[in-house]
């Protein structure tokens, strides 16, 4: 090594784990770059809450996914129980799991049947009723069947989480560059032979020179770098309900309430009192023909779709139909990059030297945020754990004949993947200063 030290490209969920894990290792020298001043209103991860949950023990007779999923969520679920920096952000007030149609139902029952933990079975509307304080889900829950985990999971304040492990990192020295020009990474620099990474040049024209460079831009990862179609840049529709504070004081200390073919809801934050709605469907794609081949391209909008809408109203008519007519106050679009089988993809490029790639967080990417530092340094220093490593690793075959249009085995909407480019009609909801 030089005294370059370490570029990571994106300072979201990810790029901050990273930028965190390697200062606290020690590392002297590392610098972020991030298209928008921090926190990026399109990061994903920069947003009230995300749902959190504990994981049965890795085993190791488990099947390589169960493997994955266990070990990794042990990792972060250590460090949000008993890491300073990570405890005060997690709250587990229990989820519960639940569809409507019989293929979203069936999804349910192999989480029930795969968790450790004591779950109760919710069949009837009296019976998700009960899960939460009186008047709070008064709905008519018209076919919904599930499961109700009252403890071992629940939700993490999500913004808290990304400002803390920020202000950490910056304590410690890491220096985060960002803003449209200065941090925007137009192109990573390559070694005249096309076979090493410099660093990165950002939109101001600078070049920022790196012994090691570690690619962590979310969904806008796959403008930078060829993946061989290993990521798909996915997108899901958020709202914000806002709450009086006085009837926030009656929605606390909530179960998440998941529906998998519905969408879900978490209870109001501290601060504004909004409760967090996102309608579930398999997600929307942005079609753009580039180089002769269709790719989905991310795009940033505080808006949804208006059948994103409609689909929270039916949402919240059948289990808060007190709040169906209610304005939101806020929406946006919101990205994350899916690799095939939904595993992360966090590896040393095998062509070019000197890349290491953290993407491809598949929707789980911030329960799990905190392991995901903890990987990245692993990699660096060439001691990760060598079951995961395999499982992580950069794996283009997987995706020679990817389907852009696969499900992924979520649910919800027509029960298919949808095309930004064929929506006409956006909603007109007033910002509320992010
Ligand atoms: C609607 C929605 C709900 C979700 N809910 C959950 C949940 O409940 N639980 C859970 O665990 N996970 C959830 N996820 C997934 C999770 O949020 C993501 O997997 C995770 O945040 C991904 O982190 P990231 O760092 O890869 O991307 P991001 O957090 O999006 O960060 C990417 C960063 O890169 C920056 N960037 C982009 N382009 C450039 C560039 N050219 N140059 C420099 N910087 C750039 C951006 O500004 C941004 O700061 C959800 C995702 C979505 C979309």
Redesign the pocket.
């Known amino acids: 090594m030089t005294d370059k030290g370490i570029l990571i490209?994106?300072?979201?969920?990810?790029?901050?784990?990273v930028a965190l894990e390697l200062a606290r290792r020690g590392f002297g020298k590392v610098k972020v770059?991030?298209?928008?001043p921090?926190?990026?209103?399109?990061?994903?991860?920069?947003?009230l809450?995300?749902?959190?949950e504990e994981s049965n023990e890795p085993r190791d007779d488990d099947v390589n996914d169960d493997y994955f999923w266990n070990k990794i969520n042990q990792m972060a679920m250590h460090a949000w129980k008993h890491d300073s920096l990570f405890k005060p952000f997690y709250h587990p007030t229990g989820f519960i799991m639940a569809a409507c149609g019989d293929d979203a139902y069936e999804h349910c029952l192999k989480y029930a049947k795969g968790e450790h933990a004591k779950l109760s079975p919710l069949q009837t509307a009296e019976e998700f009723r009960s899960t939460m304080p009186k008047g709070v889900l008064t709905g008519s829950f018209p076919g919904w069947r599930g499961f109700w985990k009252d403890g071992g999971a629940g939700?993490?304040f999500?913004r808290g989480a990304?400002k803390a492990m920020h202000a950490e990192a910056v304590e410690l020295g890491v220096e985060f560059v960002c803003g449209p020009s200065q941090?925007?990474?137009?192109s990573l620099l390559c070694s005249a032979a096309n076979d090493a990474v410099l660093g990165?040049r950002?939109a101001d024209g600078q070049k920022h020179l790196a012994d090691r460079t570690i690619l962590?831009?979310?969904?806008?990862?796959d403008?930078?770098l060829d993946f061989r179609k290993q990521l798909r840049p996915?997108?899901?529709?958020?709202a914000h309900l806002p709450l009086s504070a006085a009837e926030a004081e009656v929605y606390q200390k909530l179960p998440v309430l998941y529906g998998v073919d519905r969408g879900?809801f978490i209870e109001p934050d501290q601060e504004k009192h909004e409760i967090k709605l996102?309608d579930e469907h398999p997600g929307y794609l942005h079609m753009v023909p580039i180089d002769g081949r269709l790719r989905s391209v991310p795009f940033a909008r505080e808006q949804i779709p208006k059948e994103a809408e409609a689909r929270m109203r039916r949402f919240l008519r059948e289990t808060m139909p007190q709040f169906e007519d209610r304005e939101f106050s806020f929406a946006r679009i919101?990205?994350?990059?899916d690799t095939v089988d939904r595993k992360f993809l966090i590896d040393v490029h095998p062509e070019l030297a000197n890349l290491v790639v953290?993407?491809?967080?598949?929707?789980?990417?911030?329960?799990?945020?905190p392991a995901?530092g903890v990987l990245v340094a692993d990699t660096l220093q060439g001691k990760m754990d060598a079951r995961l490593k395999r499982m992580l690793r950069w794996r283009p075959e997987s995706a020679e004949d990817r389907d852009w249009w696969d499900t992924q085995d979520r649910f919800g909407a027509e029960g298919r993947l949808m095309d930004f480019q064929n929506v006409q009609d956006w909603t007109e909801i007033g910002a509320t200063g992010y």
């Open positions: 490209i994106g300072g979201g969920t990810w790029g901050c784990s770059l991030d298209a928008s921090f926190p990026s209103p399109i990061a994903a991860g920069n947003d809450n995300k749902i959190a939700w993490v999500a990304l941090g925007k990474v137009e990165a950002t962590a831009a979310g969904a806008n990862s403008l930078l996915t997108a899901w529709t958020l879900f996102v919101c990205w994350d990059a953290a993407v491809g967080g598949s929707g789980n990417g911030f329960m799990t945020s995901i």
